[in-house]
């Protein structure tokens, strides 16, 4: 598989929460939306400080991100091998948390045929402890086609004046996500919008794209 699916984008944001307005990490750094930083090339500070947006619009920047940005590195360092679906969505999220997937040895066994020691060395990239949890589904992914998003996403509020990520909502994302893929005509990052309350999680149910995608 070459392209991204909004199954693998749905992986992503379950490992990473949403901030809907721009907030400084814990080394600082101002972020906003799935860890994103002004080094992506799309401003977020001074764009989004005290400035919440929707979630649709914090998810189209993200995947527009993640396709233009991440994708090509991701589908170089697999060479000559076409990745299943969990195969490029393991990689792709290993890729959006380190930025690393040019010189990780893990992928580079995993090429050559070193299936054993690839899934090992995959939790190399587990410091500091709290990243275990997350290689441990990326390798479940990677290796054993086992997802671990169920469609939902952890949004935070924003702190102040500190500007730090406090409280946690677990909202249903299955909806912008589809609404994200869908707009083909985004070959930039959406406009900004006016800032909008928080969202609340709605009860949802099975449609066909959810039945389609094994959600339902």
């Not at 299943?84 to 992928?107: K, M, V, Y």
Request: with cysteine; net charge neutral; glycine share 6%.
């Amino acid at each position: 598989m070459q392209t991204l699916t909004p199954r693998i984008a749905l992986e992503i944001v379950a490992h990473e929460g949403i901030v809907r307005e721009a907030y400084r990490d814990s080394t600082g750094v101002w972020t906003w939306s799935v860890g994103i930083t002004n080094a992506s090339g799309h401003t977020v500070y001074p764009r989004y400080k005290d400035q919440p947006q929707p979630i649709e619009h914090c998810l189209g920047v993200f995947k527009w991100l993640l396709e233009t940005r991440y994708l090509p590195a991701v589908l170089t360092a697999f060479g000559n091998h076409d990745p299943s679906e969990a195969e490029l969505a393991a990689a792709l999220s290993f890729h959006w948390n380190t930025g690393a997937i040019q010189r990780a040895s893990w992928l580079r066994m995993f090429i050559e045929g070193n299936v054993a020691g690839a899934r090992a060395a995959i939790m190399d990239w587990s410091h500091p402890a709290s990243l275990a949890a997350r290689r441990a589904c990326e390798q479940a992914l990677f290796f054993d086609g086992r997802w671990s998003s169920d469609g939902t996403a952890v949004v935070y509020g924003v702190s102040k004046p500190s500007y730090r990520p406090a409280g946690a909502q677990k909202v249903d994302i299955r909806e912008a996500i589809k609404a994200a893929f869908a707009d083909a005509a985004i070959a930039a990052p959406p406009a900004v919008p006016a800032a909008q309350p928080a969202p609340q999680p709605q009860p949802t149910k099975p449609n066909w794209f959810d039945k389609l995608m094994g959600w339902g």
